[in-house]
């Protein structure tokens, strides 16, 4: 697990993302330059304050680099699966505090929208590429593999499609509030029980948006990150797990071991607890998701995340206000970067009607074969 | 005979063994020449011992749903007639698990838990796909 001494060592500075939706003629090299220059704006720093930068989704930080004009000392590119969001994060904080760079833009670009990217039929590659053997059968997307996971949580718990339908319906009431969302209309727990299935017990609300847009990033040393035109949020905690052996099929556990290690050793990092906490941004590309994570985290006992979900728990003036900018299912799919920007910006008191009141603690979680968590903190 | 539209298996591949036992009636894996682990889709170092020896073996066939799910998204043209259309997890009493489809019994009466036997469809002269039923 990541030393103890990491807490509040490195510091979230700037942050900045573009419109989302359809932005045709955007490559992701366009949406993260432009979601960088609002981070840098945010963040009161010049491209040449940067001596590093991850890319992700970008395919190429060089061609990325020599677009911006930058000779950062430290240049990555990760993965573009969104459970490599909190991780590229972690390591960046990692970077910093180990001394490979003082100041660091994440980058984030993707236009999924435009180029019409499917996560099903042909060329699905999830289960570790292996998803082509079973095309026979009919079986393809990760939607169809976390509609699997729901449906043994049913039958297991007695979750109920109403329990399930909470998840999105509150996303999508916090979308309202939040001015470029690409989803803001209200829906009923009864709409979303009617609307149509995309993979049953899966409606098309309990799916992510695949949209255009970008997110950036820039986090510095905590020591340093004091001058800048914003209040410094300060990265407490983070740890990382994997359930990737066997990962060609669901994890039966419903990734409850890796999350179980992240939150142990999360929590003592940050030295708080659950109840310390004043919102969450869960990692929702289906809604399934979020019980897991809920469940995982140790939010509530195992195979209870149906019935603590019940009656606004996650709603702005619940106990644990979740995903309050809309998340993945209604704001915009930006695979976890937009709901660690979120975290920042409740931490600075910048969400206007969406605020949740002084907030001082929010974590974020990502269940997947790759397990992720940072806790963030107004306060060091 | 209507032309056959849905995707078909990769028949001279990796798992070109287990392909093969389909048209003879068997449902196999690979299992480690080394520690015995059953494993499969197919792969060339056993994930626990990492060894590289391997032979295909013939399983019982009999095993239970893990999981199901329905779908009713169009991602293959060749399911567009019979949509929507029912994929289950099965996970076999030896072990190993796979996605398939039942024959035999109605979508609405599929259930986690039952008890299932594989159900060797031949599709075509070259492709039997391996399906389930209940036992």
């Known amino acids: ?380 | 005979m209507m032309s056959y539209t849905k995707p078909l298996p990769v028949l001279d591949g990796d798992n070109a063994a287990h392909w093969a036992g389909a048209r003879e009636r068997e449902l196999r894996v690979q299992r480690c020449g080394h520690c015995a682990r059953l494993r499969f889709p197919a792969s060339r170092y056993c994930s626990d011992c990492l060894s590289e020896d391997s032979e295909w073996v013939t399983l019982s066939g009999r095993g239970e749903i893990w999981s199901h799910c329905r779908f009713h998204r169009v991602y293959f043209k060749g399911f567009e007639n019979e949509m929507p259309y029912t994929v289950v997890l099965v996970r076999l009493d030896e072990g190993p698990m796979l996605y398939s489809n039942m024959v035999g019994v109605n979508d609405e009466d599929i259930r986690i838990g039952m008890r299932v036997r594989a159900a060797f469809d031949d599709v075509s002269d070259a492709v039997t796909l391996i399906k389930f039923t209940p036992e």
């Open chain 1, 1 to 380: 697990m990541p030393d103890h001494a990491l807490r509040n060592k490195v510091a979230v500075i700037g942050v900045g993302n573009t419109d989302f939706g359809r932005l045709p003629g955007q490559s992701p090299y366009d949406l993260g330059l432009w979601a960088l220059k609002n981070a840098l704006a945010d963040a009161g720093l010049a491209k040449s304050d940067l001596d590093g930068v991850i890319v992700n989704r970008i395919p190429d930080y060089q061609r990325f680099c020599e677009i911006a004009g930058i000779n950062p000392r430290f240049a990555l590119v990760t993965p573009g699966q969104g459970r490599m969001s909190g991780n590229t994060i972690q390591l960046a904080a990692a970077a910093i505090a180990a001394g490979l760079c003082k100041t660091i833009a994440l980058v984030y670009g993707n236009n999924g929208r435009s180029v019409g990217a499917k996560y099903g039929g042909e060329g699905d590659t999830y289960g570790s590429g292996g998803a082509g053997i079973w095309f026979p059968y009919g079986m393809t997307s990760p939607g169809a593999a976390h509609a699997m996971m729901m449906q043994r949580h049913m039958a297991q718990y007695g979750t109920t499609a109403r329990q399930l339908a909470e998840v999105a319906v509150t996303s999508r009431s916090h979308a309202a509030l939040t001015p470029w969302a690409v989803m803001r209309d209200r829906i009923t727990i009864d709409e979303h029980l009617h609307s149509r299935y995309i993979c049953e017990p899966l409606h098309l609300f309990d799916y992510c948006l695949i949209n255009d847009g970008g997110v950036a990033i820039v986090l510095t040393a905590a020591d340093r990150a004091q001058d800048g035109p914003r209040p410094p949020v300060y990265i407490r905690g983070f740890s990382s797990a994997t359930r990737l052996a066997d990962s060609t099929f669901p994890d039966p556990d419903y990734w409850y071991q890796p999350m179980a290690a992240v939150a142990q050793d999360v929590y003592e990092m940050a030295g708080v607890g659950h109840n310390d906490l004043d919102g969450l941004m869960i990692y929702d590309n289906f809604s399934p998701t979020v019980l897991f994570s809920l469940e995982g985290f140790g939010f509530c006992p195992r195979g209870e995340s149906g019935r603590f979900v019940e009656g606004g728990r996650l709603a702005l003036g619940g106990q644990f206000p979740s995903n309050t900018c809309g998340g993945h299912m209604s704001e915009s799919y930006m695979q976890g970067w937009a709901l660690n920007v979120e975290a920042v910006r409740q931490l600075r008191g910048q969400c206007g009607e969406r605020q949740i009141e002084s907030a001082k603690l929010i974590q974020y979680m990502c269940a997947a074969p790759l397990v992720s968590s940072i806790i963030y903190g107004s306060e060091r």
